[in-house]
């Protein structure tokens, strides 16, 4: 009988972690989640499979906990997930940045060369390290040009991932994931702020919703279709690097008149720009060419951005209703 494979997550408290974790249960895999030791209960996303999951207590500040998290587990997959992962709190935390979602990735690499260096790894990078475009749409060969401190941290901790593969052969690979979005999406990110306050506003809750540059445009999709690229990149025969995204790129703007569409309301009258959600440096527009992910891996997205974004009004409506 083969062996059960065994998956390592950090980060899985998170939106990625949690559809991530579900996907694997669904392949057989035992599930290994690591959690920052705190003072509150932070396990909403995966309390629905946490009698499936084992919780073990690492820090990507530590080094040894890390460590001592790979010699216990022994797994097969390691999926580098946590990180700051806020971009507007980037500005105001920018070493604290550094330290997560930069110099973290470098102390997972160390800890699986040292402890486990036969663990296929997958680093999540992110399209903010493209931030003021070179060429459009961004494909892994695009230059990075990151506008925020979590970009430069990203951008680290992608460039640290194909250190440690052409310098100590790991089998180590980033996925340059687009902005991707879900009902579990945190309710700071602008996706989640609008679909929550065009719930509240249909339910009569709030009047107005304010946001920032309405003319920025994303490629948005769904996280659930994301974390499968993650999976497929860790079956592939050789690491190397994705890009994973829709191919289809939205403005804020676009996002809005969707969300508010989808409740029979017109966007206009409860929308203000407030300058207060203005970034220092702005990401004018990022649009995925995921050709190389959909020819070698296989993965395309199946849910596409007016899907997307009314599951996320539904969804917030029927957490509000059910209040």
């Not at 949690?18 to 694997?24: H, I, N, R, T």
């Not at 931030?131 to 941290?153: D, H, L, M």
């Not at 980033?174 to 991707?180: K, Q, V, Y």
């Amino acid at each position: 009988m083969a062996e059960r494979k065994r998956a390592l997550i950090t980060g899985i408290t998170g939106q990625d972690g949690s559809y991530l974790a579900e996907l694997l249960l669904s392949k057989g895999y035992e599930v290994f989640g690591v959690v920052r030791r705190t003072s509150h209960h932070g396990l909403e996303r995966i309390d629905h499979i946490a009698d499936q999951l084992t919780i073990l207590p690492a820090d990507l500040l530590d080094q040894h906990s890390l460590t001592v998290a790979l010699q216990e587990t022994k797994p097969h997959e390691v999926y580098n997930l946590a990180a700051q992962s806020y971009v507007p709190t980037s500005w105001s935390q920018p070493v604290l940045t550094g330290e997560f979602t930069a110099l973290g990735v470098t102390r997972m690499l160390e800890a699986i060369r040292l402890a486990h260096p036969t663990a296929r790894f997958y680093q999540a990078s992110s399209s903010e390290m493209f931030g003021k475009v070179t060429e459009t749409p961004q494909r892994e060969s695009t230059p990075f040009y990151p506008r925020s401190p979590y970009g430069v941290a990203k951008a680290y901790g992608h460039w640290i991932t194909v250190n440690y593969r052409e310098s100590y052969n790991l089998f180590a690979v980033s996925g340059i994931l687009f902005n991707h979005e879900s009902p579990r999406r945190g309710l700071e990110f602008v996706t989640r702020k609008v679909t929550d306050g065009v719930a509240r506003i249909k339910l009569g809750l709030a009047t107005d919703l304010r946001l920032g540059n309405l003319d920025a445009h994303r490629d948005w999709g769904f996280a659930g279709d994301y974390v499968d690229a993650m999976w497929r990149m860790l079956q592939a025969d050789a690491p190397d690097d994705y890009v994973i995204g829709t191919g289809v790129t939205h403005s804020v703007r676009d996002l809005v008149e969707t969300a508010f569409r989808h409740v029979g309301l017109d966007w206009e009258p409860h929308v203000k720009v407030d300058p207060a959600f203005i970034r220092p440096a702005e990401v004018d527009l990022l649009l995925a060419d995921p050709s190389k992910a959909r020819e070698e891996l296989g993965w395309t997205p199946t849910v596409g951005f007016t899907e997307l974004i009314t599951m996320m009004v539904d969804a917030d409506l029927a957490r509000l209703e059910a209040r």
